[in-house]
């Protein structure tokens, strides 16, 4: 059964360094999504991607984040200058055209020191 | 503002119970609602959604969700549980229900399943 996967599975950064969590969507979905969940908190939308360019963005995505689909198979989400506060669990998902449901990967957990 | 609440941090049930976990939603329209399933160090797993027609959906595992307008209620049901049900659940709500949008969920209820 096809899935989405995430690398790394555990990032360790220093404040305002920069890091990129990459993702491949599942193969056949169009619609790219990545949410984020501080330990204890509720798992949070950050932004959506379709078409090559963001659909729908949060509050939280805010111009340290960017996205990327660099090529036919990842999609990246970048933070230029982490802050402590950015540490979570990082979850990217992906769902079909006409379909509501969305597939969520395994998760990458930024830690920023 | 659109919002979805999971009442109890925690339910326990025997194993072979049935088994309830409560979600209430708020949202603008019509709601697209959806069940997650979280197992320990890994990601959200898809269980069922309701988007219209019949207000009992049935998912994976043998678990279904009945929809209740009146009560704005999604909650997620098992006739018998099983020990390896024991995990983190999401309640979600789409954004608007009206297009491919955002999902919000609810903080998660952990179940827990003793034999």
């Known amino acids: 059964e096809p899935e989405v996967t995430q690398t790394p599975s555990h990032q360790v950064t220093q404040m305002g360094q920069e890091v990129i969590l990459r993702c491949v969507p599942i193969s056949n979905h169009l619609y790219f999504y990545w949410y984020r969940q501080i330990l204890g908190q509720k798992v949070e939308f950050l932004v959506s991607f379709y078409n090559n360019e963001i659909s729908e963005k949060s509050e939280i995505f805010d111009d340290q984040f960017s996205v990327e689909r660099p090529d036919g198979s990842n999609f990246t989400l970048k933070i230029r200058s982490t802050k402590l506060e950015d540490s979570a669990m990082y979850f990217c998902?992906?769902?079909?055209?006409?379909?509501?449901?969305?597939?969520f990967g395994p998760g990458t957990r930024l830690t920023v020191l | 503002a659109q919002s979805v609440a999971q009442p109890e941090d925690q339910v326990n049930v025997a194993e072979g119970n049935p088994l309830t976990v409560k979600c209430t939603y708020s949202v603008s329209g019509n709601p697209y609602l959806f069940w997650y399933v979280q197992y320990p160090n890994r990601g959200l797993q898809f269980l069922l959604k309701y988007i219209t027609g019949d207000n009992l959906v049935k998912g994976s595992y043998g678990f279904e969700a009945e929809f209740n307008k009146s009560q704005t209620s999604f909650h997620l049901k098992k006739p018998s549980a099983l020990v390896s049900d024991s995990a983190l659940y999401f309640c979600a709500v789409r954004g608007d229900g009206g297009s491919q949008g955002n999902l919000i969920f609810g903080k998660g209820t952990k179940l827990s399943v003793k034999p």
């Open positions: 998902a992906s769902s079909e055209a006409g379909l509501p449901e969305q597939f």
